[in-house]
């Protein structure tokens, strides 16, 4: 089965930023509205924020006005900025299809902390 790679998790303070990289297979990505979705230890995954393939973005409640979701489709790549990062939003984060397309990728690990 086909996964996305997911990249540019990391380490970082409260209040700092880091910016999320998911590439996926032409097929799928272009067709498809394109979900962050997230799993912190304990927890069940959540849906973060998803962009439909006309640009309409949704946020969670915990996440709106601090995330950001893009897309470029010529590059088959998701994008999530994320800003004033709290303690948590440390989780490993995931993208995929809303009706989960692709097999689950590894994820990137991002981790707020001081």
């Known amino acids: 089965q086909v996964q996305p790679v997911e990249s540019g998790g990391g380490l970082v303070q409260p209040g700092g930023s880091l910016r999320l990289s998911c590439a996926g297979s032409?097929?799928?990505?272009?067709?498809?509205?394109m979900v962050w979705f997230r799993q912190a230890p304990g927890k069940q995954r959540e849906l973060v924020a998803w962009?439909?393939?006309?640009?309409?973005?949704i946020y969670a409640d915990s996440v709106r006005g601090r995330f950001t979701i893009s897309r470029d489709n010529a590059k088959n790549t998701l994008y999530l900025q994320m800003n004033s990062l709290k303690p948590e939003d440390t989780a490993v984060y995931y993208c995929?299809?809303?009706?989960?397309?692709?097999?689950w990728g590894q994820g990137t690990q991002v981790t707020v902390s001081s």
């Open positions: 032409g097929s799928i990505f272009s067709v498809n509205a």
């Open positions: 962009v439909t393939t006309g640009g309409t973005t």
């Open positions: 995929n299809t809303l009706s989960h397309s692709y097999a």
